[in-house]
């Protein structure tokens, strides 16, 4: 069983959004094509959304913080961020772009104040599950294909986690971009989830590799 993983198309991630991801909507015509394959190379098509309260204690308005500064929450260190994907606001929906036809399920997150939560599976500190885990655990799925936004946060994070529990992940690296605070962080992250066992590939590869 292999599932698409969508990783916060949203929005506020988008050209015009609160927290744009630099070529952002560069990810969606790639999501759409791969998530046609449902049926055929993907058993599951599913989605996480970003999905904050206004009193998120990430966002740089409710800590007197510069956005992009660094705090703590949770315990945690904590990039500063502008208010997005706030609940109920059109930032938190997904791109009208987006194909969600195919979408079997939703996966919410980061809606604790307390702690940000990255990763689809798991907050940020690691101790409240979004229930995507032991979703796929329960319908069998071993192989994970991950793109979204953005590569070196939401993605990166999630791949990491996946890997952590013992699926096979494969990046896209041509669906995915990233929020680069710093030039080289897009690059970073891949190297990051390459060295922890994910496979790097394009969704062109994707689909030869799985057409033969």
């Known amino acids: 069983m292999r599932a698409l993983i969508l990783i916060d198309v949203q929005n506020d991630f988008l050209s015009g959004g609160a927290l744009a991801v630099p070529k952002g909507d560069e990810v969606i015509p790639v999501a759409n094509e791969l998530s046609k394959h449902k049926g055929k190379i993907f058993d599951l098509v599913l989605a996480t959304q970003d999905y904050h309260p206004k009193n998120h204690g990430s966002f740089a308005s409710n800590n007197g913080a510069a956005v992009g500064s660094m705090g703590k929450l949770g315990g945690l260190d904590q990039v500063m961020w502008p208010d997005h994907c706030v609940q109920g606001t059109k930032g938190a929906e997904f791109a009208a772009a987006l194909d969600m036809k195919p979408v079997d399920q939703i996966f919410k997150k980061g809606m604790d104040p307390a702690i940000d939560s990255y990763s689809g599976f798991y907050d940020n500190g690691q101790k409240k599950s979004t229930g995507l885990g032991e979703f796929l655990k329960q319908k069998g799925v071993r192989d994970l294909v991950i793109l979204g936004l953005a590569t070196d946060y939401c993605v990166k994070f999630s791949v990491l986690d996946a890997l952590r529990l013992g699926f096979d992940v494969t990046f896209v690296k041509d669906a995915s971009r990233a929020v680069n605070l710093k030039p ?29």
């Open 184 to 212: 080289t962080d897009g690059d970073t992250a891949i190297e990051d989830m390459r060295k922890a066992g994910a496979h790097v590939l394009t969704s062109a590869e994707i689909l030869k590799k799985s057409n033969r």
